[in-house]
């Protein structure tokens, strides 16, 4: 059974028991879901970490490009010039060339790793405070059960259920 199977079968099954007697009669069931996807794409929040991420990841880039064209401007030289320079003089521009083509791999592999590595930590970061965000919420206004719309497998579910904004506007007060 895959992660998303038994989350569908955990919320079923927690909704089954709150609506046969899980549920106190005194106690109403109040059920929220939300959709992750518009949290991402609509929290103030989340902008500001993604634009966080942008600029780290751009100033890293726009190191590599410069080491990039570095490189490039050296094969060109050598192309154009290596037949005039001496062997000697040829071969160290070539070891040299080989050098940076090497360094400027290795760096490339590092900025691929930096940004997933930042891309990690920043998705770990926003699920743990939106946990707590959705967990607060939940307590002060007395949900019996939160579900995420995608991960729940939900097809349909009424507006009325869809309690994603409050939980955006919560989570932007943060």
Do not use: H, W
Not at 103 to 122: C, S, T, V, W
Not at 130 to 138: C, F, R, S, Y
């Amino acid at each position: 059974m895959n992660s998303k199977q038994l989350c569908v079968a955990m919320v079923s099954a927690a909704v089954f028991c709150m609506m046969v007697g899980g549920v106190p009669a005194a106690e109403e069931l109040k059920v929220g879901v939300f959709d992750m996807q518009k949290v991402l794409r609509d929290s103030r929040t989340v902008a500001a970490y993604r634009q966080k991420f942008t600029a780290e990841i751009d100033s890293k880039r726009k190191v590599f490009e410069g080491k990039q064209l570095a490189v490039r401007q050296a094969e060109e030289s050598l192309a154009r010039d290596g037949r005039n320079l001496a062997e000697a003089d040829r071969k160290a521009r070539e070891e040299k060339l080989a050098a940076d083509r090497r360094e400027l791999k290795r760096f490339g592999e590092d900025l691929d790793a930096d940004i997933q590595r930042l891309d990690r930590e920043l998705g770990q970061k926003m699920r743990l405070e939106l946990g707590e965000v959705i967990t607060a919420l939940g307590v002060q206004e007395k949900y019996s059960l939160i579900a995420e719309r995608g991960a729940a497998g939900i097809f349909f579910m009424s507006p009325a259920l869809d309690i994603t904004d409050r939980i955006i506007s919560a989570y932007d007060k943060k």
